[in-house]
């Protein structure tokens, strides 16, 4: 997305969910399968610093809907509403147990409406996020780890150095 459409797309009325949804997504770069299952358990904090979400060892969500293995810190920016149990999304889950469809089904009409463009769809705060994120100048494989394009955290342990401070700092930054 141009900043123009993000304009565009943060001035409409969204619902609440959607609103959250869509600030999530291009504030983390989360897949919309992760955030349609995403429990209030996943997220985190780290210690008084900051928030974060957790995709380490979780039986309820599929390989095919989460890709990332590891956390993934929340700006300071974003505003959750008051935290409850369970799921964050209300997305209705289909036979496969993804919530992908009902959610796209939220929000992908109205984008398509607001920007007329069929090239760009929720799947473009994806990479709207990766742009924004590279232009920070932060490497390759630090950018690669916070997408979810690498192994991610291993029980705790940093990454190739890539703490979850340095994600942090660098999604920050950005």
């Given amino acids: 997305f141009t900043d123009e459409d993000l304009d565009k797309?943060?001035?409409?009325?969204?619902?609440?969910?959607?609103?959250?949804?869509i600030s999530m997504a291009l504030s983390t770069g989360m897949r919309m399968g992760e955030m349609a299952l995403l429990t209030w358990e996943r997220i985190k904090g780290h210690g008084n610093h900051f928030n974060f979400?957790?995709?380490?060892d979780d039986p309820e969500?599929?390989?095919a809907a989460v890709k990332?293995?590891?956390?993934?810190p929340l700006t300071e920016s974003l505003q959750l509403p008051p935290r409850r149990e369970g799921r964050v999304f209300d997305y209705s889950i289909?036979?496969?147990?993804?919530?992908?469809?009902?959610?796209?089904?939220?929000?992908?009409?109205?984008?398509?409406?607001?920007?007329a463009d069929d090239r760009k769809s929720f799947h473009s705060?994806?990479?709207?996020?990766?742009?924004?994120?590279?232009?920070?100048?932060?490497?390759?494989?630090?950018?690669?780890?916070?997408?979810g394009h690498g192994k991610g955290d291993n029980s705790g342990k940093s990454y190739r150095g890539m703490t979850p401070e340095k994600r942090y700092e660098s999604i920050q930054k950005m």
């Fill in 94 to 115: 289909d036979g496969y147990g993804l919530a992908s469809t009902s959610a796209g089904r939220a929000v992908n009409p109205i984008l398509n409406d607001l920007l």
């Fill in 61 to 63: 969500l599929f390989d």
């Fill in 9 to 21: 797309i943060f001035a409409y009325n969204w619902n609440p969910q959607e609103r959250l949804l």
């Fill in 125 to 147: 705060f994806r990479s709207t996020f990766k742009i924004k994120l590279d232009e920070t100048g932060i490497t390759d494989p630090l950018s690669d780890l916070i997408m």
């Fill in 53 to 56: 979400v957790t995709l380490l």
């Fill in 68 to 72: 990332n293995e590891g956390s993934i």
